[in-house]
């Protein structure tokens, strides 16, 4: 299987343009979540998510939105992107009936708002 | 509050030296501690946790909860050990709360 997988990989959009980053995993996890990595600041939890229908904020949940209709998929959304949302994303799922809880990583992407 | 300090940006030792990167973490309950690594270009990914009271590639962790620590220790250092190390935290909520992370740098 094919794990976490995020699109795009790379993006340049303008200060006010909207977008929505796309994070999809086959493994059946309930629990998926959103991070930004931005140098210093380590990766910070945005938004995550407990199963389909329910979603949650994180530590830096403004200007970001999210939505889990399927257990496949996680997207974020910027809805008026910002210089100071340039940072490299990630997305994240585990399984939640397990005891060690390991959180599987998509390969990032990464968003440069000019 | 869950919090996560990692103290050192970048630690730089050399090979065959031994290795301790430094977590302390704040949360009123039981924790749930792990570290995780991201190798240059690759993705992030687990290394061990304190439940499993492992030792994977020759790092071990020992959770101490006197002095709410979660180091990381490596005997020596390998070339290949040059990442960057995450601390995280998961409490109550399930939320998975990282450290600033620590750029270890083995020089040959």
């Known amino acids: 299987n094919a794990g976490v997988t995020q699109t795009p990989k790379f993006q340049v959009l303008k200060t006010g343009q909207s977008m929505t980053l796309q994070c999809a995993q086959d493994?059946?996890?309930?629990?998926m979540s959103w991070y930004r990595q931005d140098p210093g600041m380590g990766l910070r939890l945005i938004h995550y998510?407990?199963?389909?229908?329910?979603?949650d904020q994180g530590e830096v949940p403004n200007g970001y939105n999210v939505s889990r209709s399927t257990t496949e998929d996680f997207p974020l959304r910027l809805l008026s992107a910002a210089p100071s949302q340039t940072s490299v994303y990630f997305c994240?799922?585990?399984?939640?009936?397990?005891?060690?809880?390991?959180?599987?990583f998509g390969p990032g992407t990464r968003l440069t708002v000019t | 509050a869950q919090r996560v300090t990692q103290p050192e940006k970048l630690l730089s030792v050399f090979k065959g030296a031994p290795v301790e990167l430094k977590c302390n973490y704040s949360?009123?309950?039981?924790?749930?501690l792990f570290w995780y690594v991201q190798y240059s270009r690759q993705r992030l990914q687990l290394l061990l946790r304190?439940?499993s009271r492992e030792s994977i590639k020759g790092f071990t962790a020992d959770l101490n909860k006197g002095e709410t620590s979660f180091h990381l220790k490596k005997p020596f250092a390998q070339e290949e050990d040059s990442a960057m190390y995450y601390c995280?935290?998961?409490?109550?909520?399930?939320?998975?709360?990282f450290g600033t992370g620590t750029l270890l740098a083995v020089q040959p």
């Open positions: 994240a799922s585990r399984a939640t009936d397990s005891l060690y809880y390991e959180q599987y």
């Open positions: 493994m059946n996890h309930e629990y």
């Open positions: 998510s407990v199963g389909a229908g329910i979603t």
């Open positions: 949360y009123s309950g039981s924790p749930e």
């Open positions: 304190h439940i």
């Open positions: 995280a935290l998961m409490g109550a909520t399930n939320k998975l709360i």
